[in-house]
């Protein structure tokens, strides 16, 4: 069975940090890529970060280049979102996507972020 689970989301106040973890299952980890994703209400769902099979390759929407890194430990078969400096516009679902070889995906089920005040 597939699993990826999402974990570390949270409520916390503007500049704040905070680190998400996606642990994956069911699957050869170290063929995918992998993706960090988020949806706020009423918004469509967009790419917030990318990182490649073996973690050489890395890149970020404008949005969030220089507060958000992404990582991952392949023997552990996770993927990580660093969040710092965090803004009420980072509001969202977080979500962690696989993506293999031909294309197939996998998706967790999201973690929430909410940045308030």
């Known amino acids: 069975q597939v699993l990826l689970v999402e974990s570390g989301g949270g409520l916390v106040q503007p500049g704040a940090s905070l680190r998400l973890s996606c642990v994956a299952s069911?699957?050869?980890?170290?063929?995918?890529?992998m993706r960090w994703y988020r949806q706020a209400p009423g918004k469509e769902r967009e790419l917030v970060a990318f990182?490649?099979?073996?973690?050489?390759?890395?890149d970020y929407a404008d949005s969030v280049k220089g507060r958000f890194t992404i990582s991952r430990d392949n023997p552990r078969n996770t993927v990580y979102l660093q969040m710092n400096s965090l803004k009420p516009e980072d509001t969202a679902v977080y979500y962690c996507?696989?993506?293999?070889?031909?294309?197939?995906?996998?998706w967790g089920q999201g973690t929430q972020v909410t940045v308030s005040s």
């Open positions: 996507n696989a993506q293999g070889p031909t294309n197939h995906q996998y």
């Open positions: 990182i490649s099979k073996l973690g050489g390759i890395t």
């Open positions: 069911g699957f050869t980890f170290t063929i995918y890529n």
